[in-house]
């Protein structure tokens, strides 16, 4: 076990595919901290190519768009989903999720939630001049959130999530004196959701658009605040259609765009290093990007690309995928993820399947890298899901 892992896990998490896009001169993904907050937590959303702003609600809404819950049409749910984490390098890096809202008010129209998410970067060694095991840490990342929705009208509603996140990276030297303690940093989302059932021939169909911007908060300070890192403030706007094939069998299309609402870090290619001057300019902008507060770095991320807007443009990722259901008990999915070259070079497909009786529904992914190198090849995600009007039911009996 070494200190390689942390990296791979950075440089991975940052959306690195390949070395040799890190080669070229136009890399330059978006930096941030706590990463794993953009990881998907559950099997469902994965499966259909990291997607979930429009689709139809589910325990794990708390992730892609809190304000679903709102129009979910059990009373209560539970969640528990486990990711294996680039399970080609390292055996013991992985994700846990947990998710559960409740239905709430007279009207059905309003819901709380909750989700807890641990991310464990595994065993890490660190190492001295002499190549000894000095110090060995199981570094990790943790937010807690809870959230709110509600109706307001019958087809649009809204949902506001307050999260507490702590990242615990860092090494510490008892002989050197260096105690470093974790960061924290508190967030919010804002989300919204429109559904419809518009009439397509003799059929009735489903059709819905989702907003959620998530992670808005305060920065994360590593290293006693020496080294603020932007949280991973993201914009997703979703759309999805779902039409009826015949009874009982539904298919449903879906699309996200993803985009980060946080300033680039400035390249020096971009600038004349081998002059004072440019040098000079390169400091400048450099320090004034460490100093840009998360609010201002939002609006910022809308116009510091060097390129214009083609460069923008290039900051968002798109998903789109595809779920078939059988009786709202048995699910097919697919779906395909792009990140441009420059900003992170992720591209894969993902597949996945589930099962659900009248109490327990179990999901299960698959992803399939496009890049035979990349680390995120072949990761698997389940999800466990309980649903509580059914158990009632059951215990009713």
């Known amino acids: 076990m070494k200190i390689f892992r942390i990296i791979a896990v950075v440089a991975t998490l940052i959306g690195i595919g390949s070395l040799a896009s890190a080669q070229k001169s136009a890399f330059n993904p978006i930096q941030t901290g706590v990463t794993s907050l953009g990881i998907a937590p559950d099997a469902r959303g994965a499966s259909m190519g990291d997607l979930g702003a429009a689709t139809e609600a589910d325990v794990n809404s708390q992730y892609w768009n809190p304000s679903k819950y709102a129009f979910a049409y059990s ?72 959230g709110y929705s509600r109706k307001l009208s019958e087809k649009f509603s809204m949902g506001v999530v307050f999260r507490y996140i702590y990242s615990d990276l860092g090494f510490s030297d008892s002989y050197a004196g260096d105690q470093n303690s974790g960061a924290s940093a508190f967030a919010a989302d804002i989300s919204g959701y429109y559904t419809t059932y518009p009439i397509i021939g003799r059929n009735e169909c489903q059709w819905s658009w989702g907003f959620n911007i998530s992670n808005i908060g305060t920065k994360v300070a590593y290293n006693d605040g020496e080294n603020p890192a932007f949280l991973p403030t993201n914009l997703r706007i979703g759309t999805a259609f779902t039409f009826p094939l015949a009874d009982y069998h539904n298919l449903t299309f879906a699309l996200d765009a993803n985009k980060l609402l946080v300033p680039a870090r400035p390249r020096q290619s971009d600038y004349d290093t081998q002059t004072p001057e440019g040098q000079a300019a390169y400091t400048d902008a450099l320090t004034d990007w460490e100093n ?66 009248n109490v327990v529904r179990l999901d299960a992914s698959y992803m399939i890298a496009t890049a035979a190198s990349s680390p995120l090849d072949q990761t698997l995600r389940f999800t466990l899901t309980f649903d509580m009007d059914g158990l009632k039911n059951l215990f009713g009996r």
């Open 75 to 146: 009373q209560a749910g539970v969640g528990l989903s486990y990711t294996p984490w680039l399970r080609k390098l390292v055996n013991d890096i992985f994700l846990a999720n947990l998710s559960g809202y409740l239905k709430i008010g007279r009207d059905d129209n309003q819901a709380i939630s909750a989700s807890l998410r641990y991310f464990s970067l595994g065993e890490v060694n660190s190492s001295n001049a002499g190549s000894d095991i000095a110090q060995t840490i199981n570094p990790y990342e943790m937010s807690f959130d809870i």
């Open 292 to 357: 840009t507060s998360s609010i201002s770095g939002i609006f910022k991320s809308f116009s510091d690309a060097p390129g214009g807007a083609s460069e923008e443009f290039k900051e968002i990722n798109w998903s789109i995928g595809a779920e078939y259901s059988y009786n709202n008990q048995f699910f097919l999915r697919a779906g395909y993820f792009y990140e441009h070259p420059d900003k992170g070079n992720r591209q894969y497909f993902s597949a996945g399947a589930g099962f659900s009786l």
